[in-house]
């Protein structure tokens, strides 16, 4: 049962909560396969949400959030021609008024927006453009009157950009791999055909003359790839075939330094795992694309040999294996087979099934290369390579450092981070600027204004320039501490960098971007200044910048803070202040999505933080509708959640009091791959039992943690420990 948010509002109270747990049942039965539960958490499930269908072909019952959107996409694809969606057409703009009229992005987009979306192949900006200048009256360019007395009207779009949106979503169609998102471009497409009608009267049958922008190789060959690596080892089909004949096409027209080292290992791997393929063809191909790319300098500057290449593609093979252990054991076995000699020596590298043994002499830019590319797939096998290398005291590539200290910090690792600095520093490496940002963004996340000073005034002594980036970094890190006076007096350096170097008329000549803006506006949020993020909004806008959905969040986080400001004078004008603001949230939100702005899953996931946070313990039915809407527009653009999205739902539902609900989203991200509990999510569940006066579950929720933590160690992303987890343990 799916309720627009028009029907929502004029439903009785009653009407309205059982609208809402209808449609949070509907929410859960989105996750898809039932998970792996012991029997009375089944029954539970099954006592409170209807009967999941039985899928014949899914044998994998620990999918079952990964699975949740494309299901709930399907039903949501299907009835967006009836309902559109709520925060992207209606009636009339969402207008801001008085000091939030800064964000009625709306009025600053043109043909000329449209144009430049189509001419870098943006096609989900380009098709959000076309349908708000189609849908939403805008004003004139020459309008005098102010305001809302202006009249508004519809902006004609020309001929020749219609055929191009045309062709453009129809580009991206074919390079979609989900079933979901092609029929999404697909009902894009219809509607751009029917505009045509309307407006030229041109039939459909003519639009065959316009075919799509035909897909380059490169393009295919990284479809084949991705399709290759989602296929399973059992397929009947050689999945490998299709991009390696795509491969051969482009080595033919290109050359072999017109391919990626990326798509080239990638490829070498998914020929490997694939098969169907006989033992002597994988052989062969390994070792014919080996052979193209040897000596060839990356641009990173690594020049790897035949074997070199051969070993690392078998690393990367092992790593797409689906069982993690196994992988993880083989990965190791390969990597071990090459370390446990010292450096130099011509090692014998023991390789599974394909070529047997083969010769593999040990150099920096080898070791380079693995760290590169084991970085996101095993940060702490990446770890150990990297620290028995420099028991050789082997200084590594600056960009391989600077990796490893941003994969630490955003596991909050920062005391490995600084680590592999202190280890840079003592093999004699000399640190560029890019790695002092590096270090720089570390304390930038912790606040640690003394020991980021101490940083600037090095790089002075070691005469390197700061960037853009150092420049923003020390701005979030006084920002982080509530030193205002700070950020301004960096801002001013940097501007004054800026004039000095034009008058030097030096070719690359610093500027504040939009990282710059947002560190500024997300410190003068924490700081609860309103009128100072609406101040750095407009400066941006004044320099001719395009808000992106980095900004835009950073504004809705600064607002969502503002509301539940502890400066507050009476509990009425809270209230009030309360849902004006949230308002305007929701307004801004809508604006940033019609002007284009990427819509992603950070968007959505603050949109319903924010109503978590505002609503009160037995929400409004405009609350409770707008939460639903919001989900709803996620599944209908195709944005697969993520766990801070499911942690905010649980939250939604246990200040709500559906506490069982709250539970059985709980139990399936549990059983997930791709969307396992976070600390976050335990804190939200903590808070729900301690309202309830649940010891039990409390109890068993701190135990269950502390065996995650146990299981799987705090270097990982999504466990970590902080105050509010710590209170909990204290309470």
Same mark, same amino acid.
């Given at each position: ?508 000549? $610093?500027? %504040? #971007?939009? *990282? +710059? /803006?947002?560190? !500024? &506006?997300?410190?003068? @949020?924490? =700081? ?110 195709? $944005?697969? %959640? #993520?766990? *801070? +999205? /499911?942690?905010? !739902? &649980?939250?939604?539902? @246990?200040? =709500? ?75």
């Amino acid at each position: 049962m799916r309720k627009t948010v028009s029907q929502l509002k004029g439903a009785s109270p009653r009407s309205v909560g059982s609208v809402w747990e209808t449609q949070v049942r509907a929410m859960l039965h989105c996750f898809g396969a039932r998970p792996a539960v012991c029997r009375h958490q089944q029954m539970r499930m099954h006592a409170t949400m209807p009967s999941v269908a039985d899928h014949s072909g899914s044998s994998n019952n620990n999918n079952a959030l990964s699975t949740s959107t494309k299901e709930a996409s399907e039903a949501a694809t299907a009835s967006a021609a009836a309902a559109p969606l709520a925060t992207c057409t209606g009636p009339s703009p969402p207008r801001l008024h008085g000091a939030f009229s800064l964000f009625n992005l709306t009025d600053r987009i043109s043909l000329a927006d449209l144009d430049k979306a189509l001419s870098m192949k943006q096609a989900e900006r380009a098709w959000q453009l076309f349908r708000t200048l189609t849908t939403h009256p805008s004003l004139p360019v020459d309008g005098h009157l102010k305001g809302e007395q202006q009249e508004r009207h519809l902006m004609p779009i020309p001929y020749q950009h219609c055929i191009d949106l045309y062709r453009l979503l129809a580009y991206a169609r074919d390079l979609a791999q989900s079933p979901n998102v092609i029929a999404m471009r697909q009902q894009h497409l219809d509607k751009v055909a029917a505009y045509m009608e309307q407006q030229f009267g041109m039939d459909r049958c003519e639009f065959a003359l316009h075919p799509p922008t035909p897909i380059s190789p490169h393009k295919l060959l990284v479809q084949h790839l991705r399709a290759a690596s989602s296929s399973s080892s059992s397929s009947k089909t050689n999945a490998s075939d299709p991009a390696w004949h795509v491969y051969l096409q482009l080595l033919k027209e290109q050359g072999a330094n017109g391919i990626s080292r990326n798509h080239y290992l990638k490829l070498m791997a998914v020929t490997e795992n694939d098969t169907q393929l006989p033992l002597d063809t994988r052989k062969q191909r390994i070792a014919y694309i080996a052979n193209q790319h040897a000596g060839i300098t990356c641009g990173h500057g690594r020049r790897l040999s035949a074997a070199g290449l051969e070993w690392l593609a078998h690393v990367h093979a092992a790593y797409m294996i689906p069982d993690k252990k196994r992988d993880r054991r083989r990965a190791a076995r390969l990597v071990a087979d090459v370390f446990y000699q010292g450096p130099g020596a011509l090692l014998s590298a023991r390789v599974a099934t394909l070529r047997g043994p083969i010769a593999l002499a040990l150099d920096k830019d080898l070791i380079d290369e693995l760290i590169w590319r084991l970085i996101p797939r095993d940060l702490s096998m990446a770890a150990h390579v990297f620290d028995k290398v420099h028991t050789w005291d082997w200084p590594q590539n600056d960009a391989t450092y600077c990796n490893l200290i941003h994969a630490f910090a955003k596991r909050r690792n920062y005391g490995r981070a600084l680590t592999v600095f202190e280890r840079m520093l003592t093999v004699g490496a000399k640190p560029s600027t890019r790695t002092f940002n590096a270090v720089l963004h570390v304390f930038a996340d912790q606040g640690w204004t003394d020991r980021a000073s101490y940083m600037w005034e090095t790089m002075h002594s070691l005469e390197l320039v700061p960037d853009a980036a150092t420049y923003s970094e020390m701005i979030r890190c006084y920002g982080n501490t509530g030193d205002l006076p700070s950020c301004l007096r960096f801002y001013q350096q940097m501007l004054q960098q800026q004039k000095q170097e034009q008058q030097n008329q030096q070719l690359d000549v $610093i500027q %504040p #971007n939009v *990282y +710059t /803006y947002s560190a !500024l &506006i997300q410190a003068y @949020g924490q =700081h609860h200044d309103l009128r100072g993020v609406l101040q750095w909004f407009h400066t941006l806008l004044r320099q001719g910048l395009m808000p992106n959905e980095v900004i835009m969040a950073n504004v809705l986080h600064a607002l969502a803070k503002h509301h539940h400001s502890p400066t507050r004078k009476t509990q009425q004008n809270s209230h009030w202040q309360q849902h004006h603001l949230v308002d305007a949230i929701q307004r801004i939100a809508q604006q940033c999505i019609m002007a284009g702005v990427k819509t992603d899953v950070t968007l959505y996931t603050i949109l319903l933080s924010v109503q978590a946070a505002a609503s009160p313990r037995r929400a409004d039915k405009d609350d409770l509708a707008f939460v639903l809407q919001v989900h709803r527009d996620m599944l209908q653009k195709c $944005i697969d %959640p #993520n766990a *801070y +999205t /499911y942690t905010t !739902l &649980i939250d939604l539902c @246990g200040r =709500h009091g559906y506490t069982a609900t709250a539970q059985q989203i709980f139990d399936l991200m549990q059983a997930s791959d791709r969307h396992q509990p976070t600390t976050a999510t335990y804190c939200v569940m903590l808070d729900m039992w301690r309202r309830n006066k649940r010891k039990d579950k409390v109890h068993a929720l701190l135990n269950q943690f502390l065996r995650e933590c146990r299981s799987t160690g705090l270097t990982h992303r999504r466990l970590w420990i902080d105050d509010h987890i710590l209170q909990q343990f204290q309470l």
